[in-house]
């Protein structure tokens, strides 16, 4: 998580006053650097309740022993920020507080001045984590909340989450499935807000590789993705009953593919953004056009063999003979002449 800080603080000591003594008494103190501290003093040193101000200008109150921060206070930092908790050995040590000069926010576990173990840390401008910490940095299980409102619960590693994750988008979206630094990557299923459907490889967020893709109009697409396409190789299954197996690119028929219609109709050949152009052969009725096609029609030189027996030879404008051609019919006969517009002229 990009806004997330890596949370370390620094052991803080305390000197030892010089003088010794057995019983506890209240004492004022002036370190050589200028630092001042009052409070309970035995065997020489600070022990039970005091307050620091330091040369610094940070400042402590709470509890000390032998001479060191232990048991519960409040350290403050001069420039900004504070901690309130448990202190052991002068270090921050067990359940506190930490609010940073930004204004970001821990609150959870610590060990050796570093949160580790439970926490949950907000960002001040929006995000944050709540889960377990290593070393000052998410580690373990966890769920990032990020500024846009999504949320994504799995395994933290560099304060990022990697491996099998869940996400829940701001737009309604669930992703179940693997994480590689917050985004879906590997094998997963995303259910769209729509209840549209994808299963199958991703890439940096986005669909790459092979997957099945289930539309809200009932279209289904079983095939290979770029940057969350259609591309490559697969098979589109149309809610009307039509179907496309062949060449996609851009999440269109690019390429060579059949085209099955319900009736059982077909087109096989090259096809451009979705439609038929270049070389190609439709079926129709029990008659079959094979020829050049451009727009979803035939345009250009054709032959068109028909059910009746007859067959034309000749060129087509927007799938009506137009031009020069020649007609045979089922008994051999044959005429030769222009067309337009699908008339012999």
Same mark, same amino acid.
């Given at each position: 998580m990009n806004n997330l800080r890596i949370l370390t603080t620094s052991t803080i000591g305390v000197a030892a006053v010089i003088f010794q003594t057995h019983l506890a008494i209240a004492a004022s103190i002036t370190l050589p650097d200028g630092s001042k501290c009052e409070g309970e003093v035995s065997r020489g040193v600070l022990n039970g309740q005091?307050?620091?101000?330091?040369?610094? +200008?940070?400042?402590?109150?709470?509890?000390? %022993?032998?001479g060191k921060f232990s048991g519960t206070g409040k350290y403050t930092f001069a420039a900004? !920020?504070?901690?309130?908790?448990?202190? +052991?050995d002068g270090q921050i040590e067990g359940k506190g507080v930490r609010l940073y000069s930004d204004g970001d926010r821990y609150e959870g576990?610590?060990?050796? !001045?570093?949160?580790?173990?439970?926490g949950n840390y907000i960002a001040t401008g929006g995000g944050g984590y709540q889960g377990e910490f290593k070393n000052g940095s998410p580690a373990g299980k966890g769920t990032f909340t990020f500024k846009n409102g999504d949320r994504c619960t799995g395994i933290a590693t560099n304060t990022q989450l990697n491996g099998a994750g869940t996400c829940e988008y701001k737009n309604g979206?669930?992703?179940?499935?693997?994480?590689?630094?917050?985004?879906?990557?590997? /094998?997963?299923?995303?259910?769209?807000?729509? /209840?549209?459907?994808?299963? !199958?490889e991703f890439k940096a967020g986005q669909f790459a590789g092979t997957g099945?893709?289930?539309? %809200?109009?009932?279209?289904?697409y079983?095939?290979?993705?770029?940057?969350?396409?259609?591309?490559? /190789?697969g098979a589109l299954t149309l809610a009307s009953g039509d179907s496309y197996t062949g060449d996609f690119a851009a999440g269109k028929f690019n390429g060579t593919g059949i085209y099955k219609f319900k009736n059982g109709d077909s087109?096989?050949?090259?096809? /451009?953004?979705? +439609?038929?152009?270049?070389?190609?052969?439709?079926?129709?009725? !029990?008659?079959?056009?094979e020829g050049e096609f451009s727009n979803g029609e035939l345009n250009g030189k054709a032959i068109c063999k028909y059910k009746g027996g007859e067959q034309f030879t000749g060129e087509f404008k927007n799938g009506d003979r137009d031009g020069k051609g020649v007609?045979?019919?089922?008994? *051999?006969? =044959?005429?030769? *002449?222009?067309?337009?517009? *699908? =008339?012999m002229q």
């Open positions: 005091a307050t620091c101000q330091y040369a610094s +200008k940070d400042t402590y109150a709470g509890s000390f %022993k032998d900004g !920020g504070s901690y309130q908790g448990t202190f +052991k576990e610590f060990s050796k !001045g570093e949160p580790n173990g439970i979206n669930v992703y179940q499935g693997n994480l590689v630094n917050d985004r879906p990557d590997g /094998k997963g299923n995303m259910t769209f807000a729509d /209840k549209s459907t994808y299963a !199958g099945t893709r289930k539309y %809200k109009n009932g279209n289904i079983t095939g290979t993705f770029v940057n969350g396409a259609p591309s490559g /190789k087109y096989t050949g090259e096809f /451009k953004d979705s +439609k038929f152009a270049g070389k190609g052969a439709i079926v129709t009725g !029990g008659n079959r056009c007609l045979t019919s089922a008994n *051999g006969t =044959k005429v030769e *002449g222009n067309w337009k517009a *699908g =008339k």
